[in-house]
Each structure stands twice: as structure tokens, then as C-alpha cells.
């Protein structure tokens, strides 16, 4: 029997606003978010805290793990849909792949426009096997210091030629491709490590922090604690879900 509320029938209705979440009342009615946390709409706050007092609701969250060993998952309101897709994703495939899910779809925040969600654009394929070479080497060696004039001395070409190569085979300047390489990796390590910015920006050969944080703003839209609040994706410790339905 459903607990009253005053509504006709002792039907519990959620605000018109809040429908789309209502699945977090049906799951209080049956007791399974007692002494859990647990979210949905936002307007559902008072409902949840005259009716469900045993639910620790809160409604300040997007995503709850509420409980019974990660089965149960509440969300906010109708888009957190979003939000749920990239847990899952993170959950089973991991953060990296829920990172480049969200970018591919343009999920998030859109008010810094689409830099925040796009990725380095592919090199040009070419068959220039001198310039090939000195990729291989820049891709395994970010933090060298003078990158340019190192790959320009590997290759054995005189400055102005081979940086005019370079660009002819790649469509980047080489400062330009070893600073987006830079910044892709980057990117890597504030989504999977809690590393400081300023070791991530000595990892990738920038001892200027402030230089490194300016220049990835420039190619990524934001800055780098931006990036880390936005795509690191910090996993819920919870057993895998069983699919026979046992324990």
C-alpha cells in the first residue's frame, strides 16, 4: 500500500517538472533508497524530504550510486541522461573512453564553444619517409627541450628546408605540431591522473606552467584545471554487476 500524501488514491505525483525523474519516487515507495543517497529532479526535494525521510536525498547531484553493490543509479533531471551514459561508459569501459565519448558527441558544458570537445587534426598522410621519422621520434620524446632543433638535426635537412618540408607533408609548422602533441597529452593525464598541472606541464617539456596553462587554453578553450573538472571521471568503488541476478 502507497504511503498518502494527499493526493487522490494516496498516488504519489511528481511535480509536471520533475516527471521525467520520477523513477527515484517508485524506487523510495519500495524501500530500496532507505539509508541510501539518492537524487532526481531537483523539484522532487520536497517530496522526498516530507515522504522519504529514510532517503538521503540529494539533490545537489547529477548521478547517486544508491546503493544495493552499484544496481541501483539515480539521476537528475531529464538530460542527466547524458550523464548516466558517460558513467556507464566509464564504469565498464573505463574513463578514457567516456573522455572521448563526451567529446565525439559534444556532451557537456557548450558555453566555451566546441575547442573543449575536439581533439588534434589528423596529419596529413605522406610518404615523406624523413619527416615520418622525426614524428616517430617527437610522439616518444614530448619533454625534450628545443624539440624543433633536435627533429630538424635528425633529419639531416638545413633548418629553413626541412621546416618547410615538414609543413608541406604534415600541414603543421613543427612549433605548432609538437605544441598540439604536447597538449594531447596533456589532456591524457588530467583525465586519468591527479597529478598538479604544473607536473603535467614539466612531463610535456613546459617549465612555465603559467606559459603551458595559456597555450592550452589556446588549443583546448579552457584551461587545464577546466579539462581535469570536466573529463576525469573518478570511478565509484563497486563489484561488477552480476547478470544472473544472484550475489
Not at 539509508?35 to 548521478?63: K, M, N
Not at 575547442?115 to 619517409?129: C, G, K, N, Q, Y
Not at 586519468?192 to 603535467?200: F, K, L, M, Y
Not at 592550452?216 to 541476478?245: E, M, N, S, V
Amino acid at each position: 500500500m502507497m504511503r498518502s500524501c494527499g493526493c487522490a488514491g494516496g498516488l504519489k505525483v511528481a511535480p509536471r517538472s520533475a516527471r521525467p525523474a520520477a523513477v527515484a519516487v517508485v524506487l523510495a515507495e519500495a524501500g530500496l533508497l532507505d539509508g541510501h543517497e539518492a537524487t532526481s529532479h531537483w523539484a522532487t526535494a520536497a517530496l522526498f524530504r516530507d515522504y522519504y525521510p529514510a532517503v538521503r536525498f540529494r539533490p545537489e547531484r547529477i548521478l547517486c550510486d544508491s546503493g544495493h553493490h552499484g544496481r541501483i543509479v539515480t539521476t537528475g533531471g531529464a538530460s542527466s541522461w547524458q550523464d548516466l551514459a558517460l558513467y556507464l561508459i566509464g564504469r565498464f569501459c573505463g574513463a578514457v573512453e567516456a573522455a572521448r565519448i563526451a567529446r565525439l558527441f559534444v556532451i557537456g558544458d557548450r558555453g566555451n564553444g566546441q575547442l573543449p570537445f575536439s581533439t588534434m587534426a589528423t596529419p596529413r598522410r605522406h610518404e615523406d619517409s624523413v619527416i615520418a621519422e622525426v614524428q616517430g621520434w617527437i610522439a616518444e620524446n614530448l619533454a625534450q627541450p628545443n624539440p624543433v632543433a633536435q627533429m630538424a638535426r635528425r633529419s639531416g635537412l638545413h633548418d629553413r628546408t626541412f621546416k618547410r618540408r615538414f609543413r608541406q607533408a604534415t600541414g603543421y609548422t613543427p612549433i605548432d605540431y609538437v605544441h598540439a602533441l604536447r597538449v594531447e597529452e596533456a589532456k591524457h593525464m588530467l583525465e586519468t591522473s591527479s597529478i598538479s598541472v604544473e607536473a603535467v606541464a614539466a612531463e610535456i617539456g613546459y617549465a612555465d606552467p603559467a606559459h603551458f596553462s595559456r597555450l592550452f587554453r589556446r588549443l583546448a578553450g579552457i584551461t587545464p584545471a577546466q579539462w581535469r573538472r570536466r573529463y576525469f571521471i573518478a570511478a565509484i568503488p563497486h563489484p561488477k554487476l552480476d547478470y544472473c541476478g544472484t550475489s
